[in-house]
């Protein structure tokens, strides 16, 4: 079998599911235990961008691959789809969304307007069985991703501040909510505040997700530099007080200006 080839990965993936033969793990597998690892690894897929390793980036895109094929061998079995039909499909939605590109003289001259792959994409949702405006946005996507998402939908409708500064009140609002609120709401008012907080990431063009992975490298860095002083100091963490981990923090700011 030729490594290089789909095909061999597709041969692969069947003799794994094949009854008797098979990998035992593999034949217990589901749609819902297999799920996980496809978050995962669109997961790993991003911090190897993150990272700048392109060799890692191409070992996670084959990892993200074959969670396509193995969903995709679990639906030949039942006979739901192929591998094949999940080819056409994206093949076609592609040169659907692209007559920019792929469609007839006039429509490749035409510019290609901001926002475009949204409206092409509401274009099908309404062309399809009636839905809601806030349809089709996965639940299993971050919760902060997926508040800027159902925002950026509501918007789209008219249901959105005018302004950013109204945000940063609601911001405001939904702190004095938190902080005065008894034990059994302090859950459902952090997620008004979160939500709150997606909402001004969305007026600013910032990711959400993105900036919360760079609080926390940044948070690990300045955390190692505390224990890296500690340690020279011959102490760790639990054998320091507050007031010099605080100090050291402090430290390690500066040094990372």
Known sequence: ?????????????????????????????????IAPYTIEEA???ADAIENGSRAELC??????????????????????????????????????????????????SATLAKGFWEDMKARERKEGPKQGALAGIPAALPGLTRAVKLQARAAKVGFDWPSVENVYDKIAEEVAEFRTAPEEKKAEEYGDLLFAMANVARH????????????????????????????????EPRDSGLEEMDALWNEAKRLGK
């Open 59 to 108: 070992e996670e895109l084959g990892d993200l691959l074959l969670q396509a094929v193995y969903h995709a061998q679990m639906a030949d079995e039942e006979g739901s789809f192929t591998f094949d039909d999940v080819i056409e499909a994206v093949n076609t939605k592609m040169i659907r969304r692209h007559p920019h590109v792929f469609g007839d003289d006039e429509a490749r």
């Open 204 to 235: 600013l063009g910032i990711d959400p997700e993105a900036a919360l992975r760079s609080a926390n490298a940044k948070f690990e860095r300045r955390f190692a530099h505390i224990e890296a002083r500690l340690a020279e100091a011959g102490k």
């Open 43 to 45: 997961y790993e897929v």
């Open 1 to 33: 079998m030729d490594p290089r080839k789909i095909g061999t990965l597709r041969a692969i993936m069947r003799a794994l599911r094949t009854p008797v033969t098979g990998c035992p793990w593999d034949l217990e597998q589901t749609f819902e235990t």
